[in-house]
């Protein structure tokens, strides 16, 4: 984004714009799910911290995020830059992010509450560069765009990337990290790199988007919090996605148990990924057209109902075996293929829907509050799990300290993997049957907004500038 300057209501962004922001989708992959995957099982496994206490250090430095992420969506919304509103935000995310994350991995010789501790503050510290990167990332699509279809289009370049990201970190990271302390330190050094690449990418690689959104970013903080509250679309939107995104979480922490202790093959972890990202790669094309057949609310239930049966069937891997688990992960990935692409376009609709009804620019407090939201979620997804763990008697130890799971334990293991989130993924499905924002609601909202427009300015050519109503004003009522 080049200047502040709306430019006029494009449909289509150019393949180098597309690919320049998607490959910023490894920074979101990349945190989102190592940490997810991985610090849960790194602390109780390798650092013998408790698991309760594990869970609890996972969980905390989110509370942050409420502030950092609402912080952060504000200042972007009024920057004034030579590159835009949201690209400054992005370097600066590059700058921290990156080196945190190695350090959260970078085991110094603690064991216990200590090394929990250690743990808890360095990602507090990536979580601050994550939100400085992360919240205007996710605002820029609805500012490149004002086709409904043409978001979702943007961001299925990102899903293809992001399915990337995600199997580099559930695939090579567990492969990297191994069982050892000098292992897990070697994998966040290597993807502490991958992400400053990546980040460093995407800011320059969205240097020539288009910009369409609005130009005015009035209002307190207190005020635009207020409106992102009352917005009943992003209300019901925030909701129903971040009970997929707990339910998400929740099974990405207990993957490296279900491997080690229900399949009794720990590196079952790498297969397990490969086996819920390879339909994400292959089924971005065809959740993009159930978009438009469906619209985006029958393709949300659709693929969250999928999410949540192949999480059930996972039920009956002690009987059916490893296969059997790997094919029910292919079902629990083509849905979350849809749910990752799908919450993202109606996210962009939100905003661009907002600016529309408001004629304000505020598309980063939106974000700042999704996010914010969302990377408590996730945590929140890790804590929920290891509760589980705790309440089943399971065992921590360290390399050197085994121990055998009592059998209540492995109860837990699978019970926190597949019950657990299928029964939330089921309550978010419940929650899209609410969300009311269409396409014909959005183009009545835009056409609505062209017509307040041509009369103001017709008005002010005959002089008869007295006070009219803003766009804003006019629109408000549809909410």
Known sequence: MVSTAATPSPSKVSLGVRLGYAVGSFCTANFATIPGLLLLFYMTNVLAVPAAFAGVVL???????????????????????????????????????????????????????????????????????????????????????????????????????????????????????????????????????????????SFFGTARAPFTGQ????????????????????????????AQTLAVGVMLAGSPYFAAYILDDPSATTTLFAALVGPMLVTMPLWVWLARRLDKRGAMILSGAMFGVGGLLILATPALGSLYAHLCVMLVGIGYAGLQLLQYSMLADVIAYDGVVSGKRRGGVFTGLWTAVENAVQALGATLYGWVLSAGGFLSSDPEHPVTQPDSAHVAVMVG??????????????????????????????????????????????????????????????E
């Not at 216990?112 to 939100?131: I, K, M, N």
């Not at 990167?133 to 996710?138: G, I, L, N, R």
């Not at 820029?140 to 580099?168: C, F, K, N």
């Not at 019950?419 to 499905?429: E, H, K």
């Open 215 to 242: 130009q005015r970013s009035e209002g307190t903080l207190r005020e635009q919090l207020s409106a992102a509250r009352t917005s009943r679309p992003f209300m019901w939107l925030l909701g129903l996605s971040s």
């Open 59 to 201: 969980f905390l430095p989110k509370a942050w995020d409420l502030i950092a992420n609402t912080l952060v969506g504000r200042w972007s919304d009024r920057t004034v830059s030579r590159w835009g509103p949201r690209r400054p935000w992005l370097l600066a995310g590059a700058l921290v992010l990156p080196v945190s994350f190695a350090l959260m991995f970078a085991g110094p010789p603690l064991t216990g509450a200590p090394a929990g501790v250690y743990v808890g503050l360095t990602f507090l510290l990536a979580a601050t560069g994550y939100a400085l990167y992360e919240v205007p990332y996710k605002a820029m699509p609805a500012e490149m765009t004002t086709d409904y279809h043409e978001r979702t289009s943007l961001l299925q370049w990102r899903m293809v990337l992001i399915s990337v990201g995600i199997a580099m970190s559930g695939i090579l990271a567990p492969l990297i990290a191994g069982k050892t302390a000098g292992g897990y330190r070697t994998m966040g050094v290597v993807f502490g790199v991958i992400l400053l690449v990546a980040m460093l990418a």
């Open 417 to 478: 993997v597949t019950l657990v989130p299928a029964l939330i993924t089921f309550a978010g499905v419940l929650m899209t049957l609410k969300y009311e924002l269409t396409a014909e609601r959005i183009d009545a909202a835009t056409a609505g907004a062209g017509a307040t427009a041509s009369a103001a300015a017709a008005a002010d050519d005959a002089g008869q500038d007295g006070g009219q109503p803003e766009t804003g004003e006019v629109l408000r009522a549809e």
